[in-house]
């Protein structure tokens, strides 16, 4: 079963910060990786998805690269502002055909004025 | 531009009761899913409707039912609530089966006693 890993748990970073977010994936055999904005009390947004063929995708200040064949992704955010704060999570598809995404823990991120 | 709305936000419950947790999407979406979020744990796939008429057990399937009741609403059942299942629970949808969950409720807070 696919197993997705975020570190770390946690991050504080200073407004205006840039700051990588890491995802790590055991299977590397996945059609896509989706990264998720999490806000307190609320669902999930997503931000970026980047299909198996592509390197990277980029919106805005938010960057998200892919390596496959050494199952890690991360998430650039550049010039970290306070509304960044959020919990973020990758996600990745189950391969077997259920209609399922595998999620991480997440990374609760910080950004202090 | 409500998207997916799930009710109710909050709930407590003994230890043996039952309840309905409800969701509705008005995006004219095909798939349904119900996920559960537990610290330190990624969202995990209780049951998923790929289209209406339709459902299939997720990971977590055991103390749930779901209930496909139209294109727009797909209900969770817990027959009898147990503290294990003391969880956030995530109602989300997708345009058509082969895709991937895209769209999230805000999630209901179900505490069980």
């Known amino acids: 079963k696919q197993e997705v890993t975020q570190i770390p748990a946690a991050l504080s970073v200073p407004e205006g910060e840039n700051l990588v977010l890491n995802c790590s994936f055991t299977d590397s055999a996945i059609y896509n990786l989706q990264w998720f904005r999490q806000d307190p009390g609320k669902g999930l947004t997503s931000l970026l998805l980047?299909?198996?063929?592509?390197r990277e995708q980029t919106s805005g200040r938010l960057n998200a690269s892919l390596d496959k064949s050494s199952g890690r992704s991360t998430l650039y955010i550049a010039a970290s502002q306070p509304g960044d704060s959020a919990t973020y999570l990758c996600?990745?598809?189950?391969?077997?055909?259920?209609?399922?995404?595998?999620f991480g823990t997440g990374t609760r991120l910080t950004v202090i004025p | 531009n409500a998207g997916v709305t799930q009710t109710p936000k909050f709930q407590v419950l003994k230890t043996g009761q039952s309840m309905t947790l409800q969701c509705a999407q008005d995006m004219n979406h095909n798939s349904m899913y119900w996920y559960r979020q537990d610290p330190g744990m990624g969202l995990r796939l209780i049951y998923y409707s790929a289209s209406e008429g339709t459902t299939d057990k997720g990971e977590v399937p055991n103390g749930y039912n779901v209930s496909r009741l139209n294109k727009r609403e797909f209900s969770l059942r817990l027959e009898s609530a147990a503290p294990s299942q003391t969880s956030v629970y995530f109602c989300?949808?997708?345009?058509?089966?082969?895709?991937?969950?895209?769209?999230f409720g805000d999630g209901t807070r179900l505490s069980i006693l």
């Open positions: 996600a990745v598809p189950d391969q077997t055909g259920a209609n399922n995404l595998f």
């Open positions: 989300a949808s997708s345009l058509t089966g082969g895709q991937q969950p895209q769209h």
């Open positions: 980047i299909q198996s063929s592509q």
